[in-house]
């Protein structure tokens, strides 16, 4: 399989972090491996926050560069 990476951005507070947290407990219970850092600007309400979601059936321990899907809110 392709590794799939899923792009998260958004403003600190709306919701960013618990939704990537979301994404990874569906595919990490379907068997998939992740890896998933993340990149905090601010840690204030309003700041930026981007997180990244790295995907695939085999043991992945970087990023692929490219993002498949990116969520923007």
Do not use: C, W
Not at 41 to 52: E, L, P, R
């Amino acid at each position: 399989m392709k590794t799939f990476t899923i792009g998260l951005e958004g403003q600190a507070g709306v919701g960013v972090a618990s939704s990537i947290e979301i994404l990874a407990k569906i595919f990490s219970k379907r068997g998939y491996f992740l890896y998933s850092p993340k990149k905090y600007s601010s840690q204030i309400k309003g700041g930026y926050n981007f997180h990244i979601l790295v995907d695939n059936n085999q043991e992945v321990v970087a990023e692929s560069g490219e993002i498949d899907f990116l969520i923007a809110p």
